[in-house]
Nanobody, 119 residues
């Protein structure tokens, strides 16, 4: 069982990145997917999640309108499209597979991918 996050990098403010999270060893079909981030010296925070069927999406207030979460169950992959990036988006981003009922509860974690936004 593995989640592999990728797509991070160094970008300038205002630019975009798309993070991918590929699952292997299990199917994402029945899992909600969450993206978290952890900036230096800060706690890990939930950025966005999407329900297993894709009908419910959540975004943290500071990424609403800029980030978009999606999933492709055929490819067993989830994505986080990040537009209009800001320096404060700099963090290690982690994907997770979990459950969603009243809230998102992560179960499996992937390794992080570093996003650096700097001019």
């Amino acid at each position: 069982v593995q989640l592999q996050a990728s797509g991070g990098g160094l970008v300038q403010p205002g630019e975009s990145l798309r993070l991918s999270c590929v699952a292997s060893g299990f199917s994402l079909d029945y899992y909600a997917i969450g993206w978290f981030r952890q900036a230096p010296g800060k706690q890990r925070e939930l950025v966005a999640f999407i329900s297993s069927g894709g009908w419910t999406k959540y975004y943290a207030d500071d990424v609403k309108g800029r980030f978009s979460i999606s999933r492709d169950n055929v490819k067993n992959t989830a994505y986080l499209q990040m537009n209009s990036l800001k320096p404060e988006d700099t963090a290690i981003y982690y994907c997770s597979a979990g459950a969603y009922s009243m809230e998102y509860v992560p179960g499996y974690w992937g390794q992080g991918t570093l996003v650096t936004v700097s001019s």
